[in-house]
């Protein structure tokens, strides 16, 4: 069988040439994007307080979170205990506050030998000045300063990445607990990327 070499036609030359001055088109757009791109300060941050209620068997009214399961009897540091939460966040540390998201997820202890545990959780916002949700996860090293990541989001943070930088504000006992959390959110390029598509 014998294959015959054709020339391209006009057409294809002017469909071709299109695409190739769309992508540099595209390209150039991008770069330049990317170049005024500071990934040293944060594009968007702000500071939340997040206040945890644990479930005491008698004050369900004003319980946040409850333990899904009871710790392990291999230490005293709750190895093993799951809780599950649903918490108000505030732009003070008041609880009293108007809250402006909820934090709903989960963290378990997960060390023998000191107070740590592993939090998965995702901040949902509903009001005026932000809709949508910041997802957060990572392991909550108590006496660490930088204890968790962002790893996502939707709505008004939409692939949102980042640090949100945890520390414990105050609290009593193992019963009642506030974080004071200060978020800092950094432009996704795959983001920009996306735009231009």
């Not at 040439?17 to 791109?37: C, E, G, M, R």
């Not at 093993?80 to 505030?90: A, K």
């Not at 540390?93 to 378990?108: E, P």
Request: hydrophobic share 40%; proline share 2%; glycine share 6%.
């Amino acid at each position: 069988m014998v294959v015959l070499k054709t020339n391209p036609t006009m057409k294809q030359l002017v469909v071709k040439s299109w695409f190739f001055f769309f992508f540099l088109l595209a390209s150039q757009s991008v770069s330049a994007h990317k170049k005024s791109f500071n990934q040293k300060e944060p594009c968007k941050r702000f500071v939340l307080y997040y206040h945890d209620i644990l479930f005491n068997g008698t004050d369900s009214a004003n319980a946040t979170s409850a333990a899904a399961t009871e710790p392990t009897e291999l230490n005293k540091f709750n190895f093993g205990m799951l809780v599950v939460f649903d918490d108000p966040m505030t732009k003070d540390n008041s609880l009293r506050t108007h809250s402006v998201a909820r934090a709903q997820g989960f963290y378990f202890y997960d060390m023998r030998s000191s107070y740590t545990a592993w939090f998965a959780y995702t901040l949902i916002f509903n009001s005026t000045k932000n809709k949508g949700t910041i997802n957060i996860m990572g392991a909550d090293l108590m006496m660490e300063k930088t204890r968790d990541s962002v790893v996502g989001g939707t709505g008004d943070f939409f692939m949102a990445r980042g640090i949100a930088t945890i520390q414990t504000d105050t609290s009593q006992g193992d019963y009642y607990f506030r974080l004071k959390m200060d978020i800092k959110l950094y432009v996704n390029v795959m983001k920009i990327i996306r735009f231009y598509e």
